[in-house]
């Protein structure tokens, strides 16, 4: 069974800095699309950006100029930085991979749990 293990949220202060993790394990055979989502209180799951295999990127409009993704293919694994957060960005942020199985397989689609963030004014 693929998992997708997120860390590093929790509470900071507005103009902090974050940086979250998410590790991708179980029975894979190669990752495409990585990405990281959010959803507010009382609002949909919003894209936060993208990141394919080779490095290209793709931002959210809330997030473009203030967030980075980047991602290990060696690891498995995907992140996400900011060094200038804003209230708004409070949400719960979800890690999502395409992943196969079998290098025959198609791409299925996975994601994390979610995980907390909370920015103080």
């Known amino acids: 069974q693929v998992q997708l293990v997120e860390s590093g949220g929790g509470l900071v202060q507005a103009g902090g800095s974050l940086r979250l993790s998410c590790i991708v394990s179980?029975?894979?055979?190669?990752?495409?699309?990585m990405a990281w989502y959010r959803q507010a209180p009382a609002k949909e799951r919003e894209l936060v950006a993208t990141?394919?295999?080779?490095?290209?990127?793709n931002y959210g409009a809330s997030a473009k100029g203030r967030f980075t993704i980047s991602r290990d293919n060696a690891q498995n694994a995907v992140f996400l930085h900011s060094d200038d957060l804003k209230p708004d960005d409070t949400a719960v942020y979800f890690c999502?991979?395409?992943?196969?199985?079998?290098?025959?397989?198609?791409?299925?689609?996975?994601w994390g749990q979610g995980i907390q963030v909370v920015v103080s004014s």
């Open positions: 179980g029975p894979i055979s190669i990752l495409g699309d």
């Open positions: 990141v394919g295999r080779g490095g290209n990127t």
């Open positions: 999502y991979a395409e992943a196969k199985f079998m290098w025959s397989s198609p791409f299925e689609k996975h």
